[in-house]
């Protein structure tokens, strides 16, 4: 017999919800090779048990935070480690991320081909505190330096304080130029819409998109040998491909789409040069998604483009769900569906984020992710999404 509970509607009432059945993917015997840069945006699992501030301290479970990063490295996923999915900038701040990427590239060592791409922004610079763009410069240069002497490959996240003190995009090709000319590495670039972070409204100098594009596709022109590639999250894919169609050869698109990612991994295979005609993925909808995002990028790199599509279509209303406005909040999601995997013990997060999204909001995900086929272990997700229910005054 199915298994089954009940959970809460929009309208107000409860339905008795069976699900599908065990989890549709299991873990590969081997390494699996893909097609594409596949990195995963890696969450944190807070450690309930400290003694702190958990709204203004950031205290976390290394050995469960260290084992995700094993899992999705196992899956043959990237870690784009200490970026927004962290709560990098939301809880998580500058000196426990330098301690997550210490940590997890002393993992990574232990793991064959494991990929790591570190964030290095500015979050150490107070917004206010920032005056002029000489600060920006500087808080950029003590992480990217930081992270470099850990052998750490950067991304380089956009940051609040520029978008505060900029005067226009002259300002932004200044910063970015200082900052790639120094870089050890080539380096990705991370764009992040307003929708994840409205302290970054009218980036690149510009509320124009089209116009902020231009900057930043300035910046990459003048730079080619020092950019891996371009990290976009406007959750717009035909501004994605437009971009992805402009870039010097060589240089990626790592979609951001939490919306769109199938087809733009896919591509449309239009384009002089091969970096025009697909996106490579940096997404924090593949840290919950992780086993099938890691099936469906094997049978692509197989050539099975069905199966590809198959796997990957049933996880994007999940993904539009989870990423749903205020977009900000869905590290949530990630973390409850960690949770309902059996991935980490307890649905706590740093900052106390387990409570930014409703109950009505939990079921919809349980129930999308049945649908994914993403219940790990239906009998523990039933137990775990009953206690929940519980504690929100409903007898699951």
Partial sequence: MALSLRLPLANGAIEVYRLRGAAAFTAPSQLPRFDRIAYSAAHVVADPRAVTNPWLDAALDWDATIAYRQRLWSLGLGVAEAMDTAQRGTGLDWPTS??????????????????????????????????????????????????????????????????????????????????????????ILHWLGDMFDPALAGYWGSDDVDRAMETALDVIAANPGKVDGIKISLLDKDREIAMRRRLPEGVRMYTGDDFNYAELIAGDGVGVAANHRHSDALLGIFDAIAPAASAALAAHAAGDIGRFHSILAPTVPLSRHVFQAPTRFYKTGIVFLAWLAGQQTHFTMVGGQQSARTILHFAETFRLADAAGLIERPGLAVERMKHLLAVHGIDG
């Avoid at 500015?122 to 920006?136: K, S, W, Y």
């Avoid at 996240?157 to 520029?162: F, Q, Y």
């Fill in 98 to 187: 330098l301690e997550l990427i210490r940590r997890s590239l002393d993992a990574a060592q232990d793991v064959p081909g494991a990929l790591v791409a570190c964030g290095c922004g500015t979050d150490h610079l107070e917004t206010n505190a920032a005056r002029h763009i000489g600060d920006v410069i500087r808080a950029y240069e003590e992480q990217m330096a930081a992270i470099e002497a850990l052998g750490g490959r950067l991304i380089v996240m956009a940051s609040r304080a520029l978008a505060r003190v900029a005067t226009g995009p002259a300002d932004y090709e200044r910063v970015y130029e200082r900052i790639l000319m120094q870089s050890k590495q080539p380096v």
